[in-house]
């Protein structure tokens, strides 16, 4: 069963139409092959209409569907030889980021990603890709690890924020981030960042400091997100849309902000609409952006990625 | 180790100014109710000696608080807010902004200014929270960028002390990013074997915390401050339970182990004096052996 957002309506309403035309066309031998084909041209010629114009809320809807690869599928699809590796050394594995060794064609690479779960009982495991300090804590060990033996790193991003709870307190949820921000910054090796899904805040940032920050074009990325925006600038969850617009998340509004490296296409109607695509062109990315980096000493890529980070920020100066 | 090299002192100096306290006023302390002379609640570095509670003040004061007869060089003062993407809530963030300095004298929540602390030069950006709660946006960000900068030119220690509810949402991204700016910073004074103490005072919470509040080689904090990541009210939500008592407290965060130590805001300079001196290998001057 195909789920249809509700800016979907008129594709949902084709695509409805066209599998009668096909049960028609099967059961009464009528021949309705121009019929079908119209209606195919006509579903194609619509979601290029509505893809080729999405709102930024729209985006965020897309970036949340269930169907959408997560980490581990583009890990299964575009990598092969993983071997996950578990655990922080210190207090325990957090469920909400996966990571390990594996293969990108003829490179070993580190890969490390927010996974979230698909049912109720797989996303209370992962619980909801929201990680407590342990998992940023792995993630650093993980990639200080891949520097150990100079191996590239690709972290892939997808959290609704990191976890808010007590024991995430208790355990420095706040340092564990901020350790990562600074390590990563310095990290030898190339590091390459994409925003698959969910860009939320701190407790996306804490595995997204990198050579090459990238954005897959549903996405959103931002320091929070547009339903918590409403509700402390409006003082209700009813202004999400809104909200999603004034924060400027989108990839096209990030790039245009310099506050990424780039854009990733996705297939049309979004990466659950053809993985195969999806996984076919995340893996020429990561090959060719990890090739192009590998060009670079380790002392240029840290001086490189310190200076753009450094340069973020929209002041005037009098 | 050079970086305890003195500032050079009357080139470039010159005093904050210091908030005259009119005679006879009275401050009550809002926690305990007592009042007292506003005089001597400023003598006490803003500390109410009946209940110890640390009154939320700002750069001025701590400045006042710190440097050797209140004598600094304020830094980066000509680094302004801008609107970069022409935000608007309830308001503009435009005609937030300008409120906002019309009604607390200031360009936006950070402060940075170097001099003297008890003998030893520092390098200290400071928050106001009365300026959109201390939120960071790129003028913080960049102003404790350039701070940093500036501890590793002229290899001074750097301090950071933090006052603030987190993020400035009206930045959106551009706030999150000064997170992974002042981190990388850090990354580079560090290498550079300079000291970088912060104080955290109440509140510290979200972006703040995650970046280089947690990030000093000294983490200190005054007594019974808000510390945290999630604020409280989202956690009480998240879990459906009140917090324990005490929950991200100054004592709490030293319990867990992420604080070196907690002072009291009247002990604060001689603390920061001896600290720095150990750090130095350098005895205070009064005991050097003539
Ligand atoms: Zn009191």
């Avoid at chain 2, 001196?277 to 350098?282: D, H, I, M, V």
Wanted: net charge neutral; proline share 4%; with cysteine.
């Amino acid at each position: 069963m195909t789920t249809y957002f509700d800016f979907e309506k008129s594709i949902q309403e084709l695509d409805e139409q066209l599998q009668k035309a096909k049960q028609l066309a099967e059961k009464s031998k009528i021949d309705l092959a121009p019929t079908i084909k119209d209606l195919e041209e006509k579903i194609l010629l619509e979601k290029k209409k509505i893809y080729g114009n999405l709102t930024g809320w729209q985006r965020v809807q897309i970036s949340r569907h269930a169907d959408r690869p997560y980490a581990l599928d583009y890990i299964e699809h575009c990598f092969t030889d993983f071997i996950e590796q578990h655990g922080d050394r210190n207090v325990k594995d957090d469920k909400a980021i996966v990571g390990g060794l594996a293969r990108l064609g003829n490179q070993s690479v580190m890969v490390i990603g927010h996974q979230k779960g698909r049912n109720t009982k797989q996303r209370q495991f992962r619980n909801f890709g929201m990680p407590n300090p342990e998992g940023y804590r792995k993630a650093l060990r993980l990639m200080k690890l891949a520097e150990k033996f100079n191996i590239p790193i690709v972290t892939l991003i997808d959290t609704p924020g990191a976890s808010p709870g007590l024991e995430a307190e208790e355990r420095g949820q706040g340092e564990a981030i901020a350790k990562n921000l600074l390590e990563m910054s310095v990290l030898k090796v190339p590091v390459i960042c994409v925003v698959i899904g969910e860009g939320a805040s701190g407790g996306a940032l804490g595995i997204g400091v990198g050579d090459k920050v990238l954005m897959l074009e549903n996405t959103w990325y931002s320091v929070i997100s547009p339903e918590s925006c409403s509700s402390i600038l409006w003082r209700s969850w009813d202004h999400k849309a809104k909200a999603a617009e004034a924060l400027k998340l989108t990839a096209t509004d990030m790039l245009q902000n310099g506050l990424i490296d780039g854009i990733i296409a996705e297939p049309l109607g979004g990466a659950h609409n053809n993985p195969e695509e999806m996984y076919a062109t995340m893996k020429e990315t990561l090959t060719q952006q990890i090739e192009e980096l590998k060009k670079f000493g380790s002392e240029d890529l840290i001086n490189k990625r310190i200076e753009k980070f450094s340069g973020m920020g929209a002041f005037e100066e009098v | 180790m050079s970086w305890f090299k003195r500032v050079k002192e009357g080139i470039t100096t010159s005093t904050e100014d210091k908030k005259a306290v009119p005679d006879g006023l009275w401050h009550k302390c809002p926690r305990c109710k007592k009042a007292i002379l506003a005089s001597d609640h400023q003598a006490n570095c803003y500390v109410c000696p009946s209940c110890k509670y640390h009154d939320k003040v700002g750069s001025a004061e701590y400045f006042e608080i710190l440097f050797d007869d209140g004598i600094c060089e304020e830094l980066f003062a000509g680094i302004k807010p801008t609107d970069p993407l022409t935000f608007s809530d309830t308001k503009d963030y435009k005609s937030r902004l300008a409120e906002s300095q019309k009604k607390s004298g200031l360009t936006d929540a950070l402060r940075a200014a170097t001099g003297n602390v008890d003998g030893m030069p520092l390098v200290v950006a400071c928050m106001d929270f009365n300026f959109i709660g201390g939120s960071m946006g790129s003028v913080m960000g960049e102003k404790i960028a350039r701070a940093i900068d500036y501890g590793r030119e002229h290899k001074i220690p750097v301090m950071v002390i933090s006052k603030s509810g987190g993020a400035r949402m009206m930045e959106a991204a551009f706030s999150l990013m000064q997170m992974a700016k002042t981190s990388a910073k850090l990354a580079l004074l560090a290498k550079d074997g300079i000291p970088y103490i912060s104080l955290l005072t109440d509140p510290t919470t979200g972006g703040v915390t995650a970046s280089f509040a947690m990030l000093g080689d000294f983490n200190i904090a005054e007594p019974e401050a808000l510390i945290g990541f999630a604020g409280p009210r989202v956690i009480r939500e998240t879990i459906g339970k009140d917090l324990p008592k005490g929950f991200q407290s100054s004592e709490f965060l030293l319990e867990h182990g992420f604080v070196d130590f907690i002072t009291p805001r009247t002990e604060l300079k001689s603390k920061l004096g001896q600290l720095l001196r150990l750090l130095a290998n350098k005895p205070k001057e009064s005991e050097q052996a003539s």
